[in-house]
């Protein structure tokens, strides 16, 4: 080692020049660039605290999956009510879709139904009207006929009396 820390020849001054070339650290400065390991003098105290890492790793651990189980069970909630929701919104739909085929034809029914009403009142009314002008042409015809037997009875009452008076 004594050998080791002394200065390289290197050191001496160069021929001419007042400052020594640029030298090799010696093994102490080298030494002290890097940070000193600390021996462990108690090898107890080593052990505990490596018993204490691995205890904390440990509740870190299943503090981890104890969290990975929550969130998974979470996620499986969110999907199955997500399922559940879009089943009841499907459900909904075709409720919908089947009260609106429901009123269609109810409206379909209501329509037919006010134009066969339309068409009977119609028919209806055709039938008084007709009812109507055949009492009225009765009548008009038992007037004539009256008209006639009074016309007759006229014309045979001046038939009897000009025969009568002949």
Not at 25 to 49: D, F, L, W, Y
Not at 55 to 62: D, G, I, L
Not at 85 to 113: G, Y
Request: aromatic share 0%; no cysteine.
């Amino acid at each position: 080692m004594a050998d080791v820390a002394k200065p390289l020849a290197k050191d001496k001054l160069v021929e001419g020049t007042e400052r020594p070339k640029k030298r090799a650290k010696t093994v102490p400065e080298a030494s002290r660039s890097r940070p000193k390991r600390v021996a462990v003098s108690n090898t107890e105290t080593a052990k505990k605290e490596a018993a204490e890492k691995a205890a904390t790793r440990k509740e870190e651990n299943k503090k981890a999956k104890e969290e990975a189980k929550i969130r998974r069970e979470k996620a499986e909630k969110d999907r199955i009510k997500k399922k559940a929701d879009k089943e009841k919104a499907k459900a909904a739909k075709e409720a919908a879709k089947a009260k609106a085929a429901r009123k269609k034809e109810e409206n379909k029914a209501a329509k037919a139904k006010a134009k066969t009403e339309k068409k009977t009142a119609k028919q209806e009314a055709e039938g008084k009207k007709k009812k109507a002008e055949k009492a009225k042409t009765e009548k008009k015809g038992a007037k004539q006929e009256g008209e006639g037997k009074k016309k007759k009875a006229d014309t045979l009452k001046t038939d009897e009396t000009s025969q009568a008076l002949e």
